[in-house]
Nanobody, 121 residues
């Protein structure tokens, strides 16, 4: 059974940092690309980043480039999202999700529960 467990959200002041974790089970990060998405109140879900362990490539939406870093500990099947220089507009529920294949294209089919990130001004 595929499971994704996100954690690490919280309240932080603008300019601060948080690190989100996503513990994955039931599949291998070597075979399945994994990403972080977020949804703010009243807004559509947004893809922030994706990591393909097999290709070694990471992708980011422009709004988080240079501030967020996605990484993985494949031995422990855990993915992280290091978020620095946080802004109030980063406030959202953050989800980790996985694809069926190792590339960062296509749909996410496995989802974890969200973790709330709130950035105060």
């Amino acid at each position: 059974e595929v499971q994704l467990q996100a954690s690490g959200g919280g309240l932080v002041q603008a300019g601060g940092s948080l690190r989100l974790s996503c513990a994955a089970s039931g599949f291998s990060l070597d075979d399945n690309a994994i990403g972080w998405l977020r949804q703010a109140p009243g807004k559509e879900r947004e893809r922030t980043s994706c990591l393909s362990s097999r290709s070694g490539k990471a992708y980011y939406v422009d709004s988080v480039k240079g501030r967020f870093t996605i990484s993985s500990d494949n031995a422990n099947n855990t993915v992280y999202l290091q978020m620095n220089s946080l802004k109030p507009e980063d406030t959202a529920v953050y989800y980790c999700a996985a694809r069926r294949s190792w590339g960062c294209t296509g749909d996410y089919v496995y989802w974890g529960q969200g973790t709330q990130v709130t950035v105060s001004s």
